[in-house]
């Protein structure tokens, strides 16, 4: 990867007239991306909102998104990078061959037409969800869609943003940059950060059964990920911290309910864009926060791996 033209929510609102959803379905998954951020609103330099802008959605079936595209591109399963790639071979002119076109389930005529419509773009944006990043390809389907929206600013303004899941994912996605500089994909083994996505990746990990214990925090892997890392996460020793009962915890060993972060914890999440949001807890609870919880085993965990003090022999006792 080759990192990220990006931009913020709020110029998205103010600037972008061509939106781009790719593997994503915000009208159920994101219900207020569409009148808060992307399509209705009205913003400073698209002053009719919804008149001013073109939205295209690609996805592998027809989604309740759909109804709100002016474009529906319907790839086959497993056919994104393929796709990409040759938005990026049209963009730059190159020639692509029409029966290769079509075993992606589109045809050249409707690539070539989006090609030309995201080069006059104003402001384009590729906003793209897991159906892109989860599927054959993964993190390389990523990658390529970034690097489409940095060859596109040869042409005009474009920018690319996940549309992020569940809990803090953009929290998680920028400590680890700032602490070990990767985003993910980190394997800290060694005593150091190595990055390798598609080894060290967690649903690579548990596919492989590499791993022997889990400890998952705020999240739910059992609900999204595929069934051989479930099963994997059901033979093993997994810990659970969340604030309420989840697919994972129904086949965790442990299950830790705490806090609910922002509304009986404080802290600080990350809005999709990286934007840092400090939150202020509105009502108290009984239960400990994930950090305090963490903490703990973390002084349990050293507690017990310190050596024993050596012991010491008394001498010949007199009776």
């Given amino acids: 990867m080759g990192g990220k033209v990006s931009c913020t929510l709020g110029e998205v609102k103010n600037r972008a007239d061509f939106i781009v959803y790719w593997g994503g379905n915000p009208a159920e998954c994101h219900p207020r991306h569409f009148t808060k951020y992307t399509l209705t609103q009205k913003g400073k330099f698209i002053p009719n909102g919804r008149k001013d802008r073109t939205m295209v959605l690609v996805d592998i079936r027809e989604t309740p998104s759909a109804k709100a595209a002016d474009i529906f591109l319907q790839v086959r399963p497993s056919k994104d990078f393929e796709v990409i790639t040759t938005l990026r071979a049209l963009i730059k002119g190159q020639p692509v061959a029409r029966d290769m076109v079509a075993e992606t389930g589109l045809t050249l005529d409707q690539l070539q037409d989006l090609a030309e419509r995201m080069k006059r773009a104003r402001f384009g944006v590729l906003f793209f969800g897991m159906g892109l990043s989860m599927t054959r390809g993964k993190h390389m389907n990523s990658a390529a869609i970034l690097t489409l929206a940095a060859e596109l600013n040869a042409f005009t303004k474009f920018v690319a943003m996940p549309m992020r899941g569940h809990g803090n994912v953009t929290g998680g996605d920028v400590i680890m940059r700032w602490t070990t500089g990767y985003p993910f994909g980190v394997n800290l083994a060694r005593g150091y950060p190595r990055f390798n996505p598609g080894e060290f990746s967690t649903v690579d990990l548990l596919i492989r059964g590499d791993c022997d214990a889990a400890l998952i925090v705020g999240a739910d892997p059992g609900a999204t990920m595929p069934q051989p890392a479930i099963d994997h996460l059901a033979r093993i020793p997994t810990i659970v911290l969340d604030p309420k009962l989840t697919h994972t915890s129904r086949l965790a060993r442990v299950h830790i309910t705490t806090a609910v972060t922002g509304i009986s914890a404080p802290g600080t999440v990350y809005r999709m864009d990286e934007i840092p949001l400090p939150l202020r807890p509105a009502l108290k609870s009984p239960y400990p926060t994930d950090e305090e919880v963490l903490r703990r085993i ?20 007199a009776v």
Avoid at 301 to 317: I, K, N, Q, Y
């Fill in 298 to 317: 973390h002084m349990a965990v050293a507690a017990r791996s310190r050596p024993a003090p050596p012991v010491v022999w008394p001498g010949p006792v």
